[in-house]
């Protein structure tokens, strides 16, 4: 069975960096696209970015593009998000997932694998 551990999360201030990492278990990490949520207090689980199995496709939810980069090295079952220009209003549990063959990139019932999640606070 597939197992994902997060890590990377702090405190950091605002304008900073962060990079997170998930690592996965099994022989067959390379065949299923991947993706990152995060969730606030009081709030839904929320889309931040997916790539695709190869590495060749991403995604991005709106509130992050072009500050946020997702990665994979398949060679070492590892999945990033690196995390730049960070704001208050990022601060989640940031969680990695892994993807289902078909449907949505956007939608948590899409993954069927969780992590356990990291925090990331934003401080102004």
């Known amino acids: 069975q597939v197992q994902l551990v997060e890590s990377g999360g702090g405190l950091v201030q605002a304008g900073g960096s962060l990079r997170l990492s998930c690592a996965a278990s099994g022989r067959t990490f390379s065949a299923y696209a991947m993706g990152w949520f995060r969730q606030a207090p009081r709030k839904e689980r929320e889309f931040v970015a997916a790539i695709s199995w190869s590495g060749g496709t991403t995604y991005y939810a709106d509130s992050v593009k072009g500050r946020f980069t997702i990665s994979r090295d398949n060679t070492k079952n590892t999945v990033h998000l690196q995390m730049n220009s960070l704001r208050p209003e990022d601060t989640a549990v940031y969680y990695c997932?892994?993807?289902?063959?078909?449907?949505?990139?956007?939608?948590?019932?899409?993954?069927?694998?969780w992590g356990q999640g990291t925090q990331v606070t934003v401080s102004s």
């Open positions: 997932a892994r993807k289902i063959p078909s449907g949505s990139y956007y939608y948590t019932h899409e993954y069927d694998r």
